[in-house]
C-alpha cells in the first residue's frame, strides 16, 4: 500500500486479519468506519455508525419529553 505506512501492514499482508492480502477499509480493517471508500461495500459499517449517530439525538429528545 502506498502513500500511508499502516502498522498492521507487514509486505503486503495484513497482520491484523488473518494475514490476508492488505485492502485498506475490509471488514476487520483499522480504516473501516473511518472513512468513505470508492466502493460502497466498504462503507457498510461508516453508513451504520452514521445511522446510529443519527437516531440517539432523536431518543434524547423524546427522553426529555417523557421522563
Ligand atoms: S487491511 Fe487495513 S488494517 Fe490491515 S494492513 Fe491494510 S490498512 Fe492496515
Given at each position: 500500500m502506498a502513500g500511508w505506512g499502516c502498522p498492521h501492514e507487514i509486505n503486503d499482508v495484513c497482520s491484523k486479519i488473518s494475514n490476508l492480502p492488505c485492502d485498506p477499509?475490509?471488514?476487520?480493517?483499522?480504516l473501516a468506519g473511518r472513512y468513505v471508500f470508492g466502493s460502497e461495500t466498504k462503507n457498510a459499517r461508516l453508513r451504520e455508525k452514521q445511522a446510529r449517530e443519527a437516531t440517539p439525538a432523536a431518543d434524547e429528545h423524546n427522553a426529555a419529553d417523557h421522563p
Amino acid at each position: 500500500m502506498a502513500g500511508w505506512g499502516c502498522p498492521h501492514e507487514i509486505n503486503d499482508v495484513c497482520s491484523k486479519i488473518s494475514n490476508l492480502p492488505c485492502d485498506p477499509g475490509m471488514k476487520g480493517c483499522v480504516l473501516a468506519g473511518r472513512y468513505v471508500f470508492g466502493s460502497e461495500t466498504k462503507n457498510a459499517r461508516l453508513r451504520e455508525k452514521q445511522a446510529r449517530e443519527a437516531t440517539p439525538a432523536a431518543d434524547e429528545h423524546n427522553a426529555a419529553d417523557h421522563p
